[in-house]
């Protein structure tokens, strides 16, 4: 069972701390599992994926584990359109793009300062408390990624 690097396990339990919440074997797994693939998994795979590594785990579990995680800020959620919450664990400022042909998601770096630039846009005194970037397409015929 691989298990979450010593920086990683530290940065979980300061921010479950920082919440008030406890670090827990299935937290940690949840945690691993989301920062071994970085591929925006639903609630379902990261399900099947922990399951492999720990049988015991209930979905409910899984979802819970994924709360904290979203609550405490070491995971984002990504809402792509009507489809089920993908999860991010990339927490730099970035965009993503949703392949309509394959239903992935990829992380898209943006220069620095971008984000912020959007956010000078906004009418009158409005304010964002943050900034979701997404284009959708597909891999154009004949290019390769």
Request: aromatic share 6%; hydrophobic share 30%.
């Given at each position: 069972?691989?298990?979450?690097?010593?920086?990683?396990?530290?940065?979980?339990?300061?921010?479950?701390?920082?919440?008030?919440?406890?670090?827990?074997p299935?937290r940690?797994?949840?945690?691993?599992?989301?920062?071994?693939?970085?591929?925006?998994?639903?609630a379902?795979?990261?399900?099947?994926?922990?399951?492999?590594?720990?049988?015991?785990?209930?979905?409910?579990?899984v979802?819970?584990?994924?709360e904290a995680?979203?609550?405490?800020?070491?995971?984002k959620?990504?809402n792509?359109?009507?489809?089920p919450?993908?999860?991010?664990?990339?927490?730099?400022?970035?965009?993503?793009f949703?392949?309509?042909?394959?239903g992935r998601?990829?992380?898209?770096?943006?220069?620095?300062?971008?984000?912020?630039d959007?956010?000078?846009v906004?009418?009158?005194?409005?304010?964002?408390?943050?900034?979701?970037?997404?284009?959708?397409?597909?891999?154009?015929?004949?290019k390769?990624?």
């Open positions: 069972m691989k298990t979450l690097k010593q920086m990683d396990r530290g940065a979980l339990s300061d921010a479950l701390d920082h919440a008030g919440q406890r670090t827990t299935q940690e797994m949840v945690f691993s599992i989301l920062l071994d693939e970085r591929n925006h998994p639903t379902d795979e990261v399900y099947t994926r922990t399951k492999s590594r720990m049988p015991t785990i209930s979905m409910a579990t979802y819970n584990c994924l995680l979203v609550t405490c800020g070491l995971v959620q990504v792509i359109e009507r489809e919450t993908r999860y991010c664990p990339n927490l730099s400022p970035h965009a993503h949703h392949c309509r042909e394959t998601v990829y992380d898209v770096p943006v220069p620095e300062g971008m984000m912020k959007l956010v000078k906004l009418p009158g005194n409005y304010s964002a408390d943050s900034v979701e970037l997404v284009f959708r397409g597909h891999l154009e015929k004949g390769t990624k």
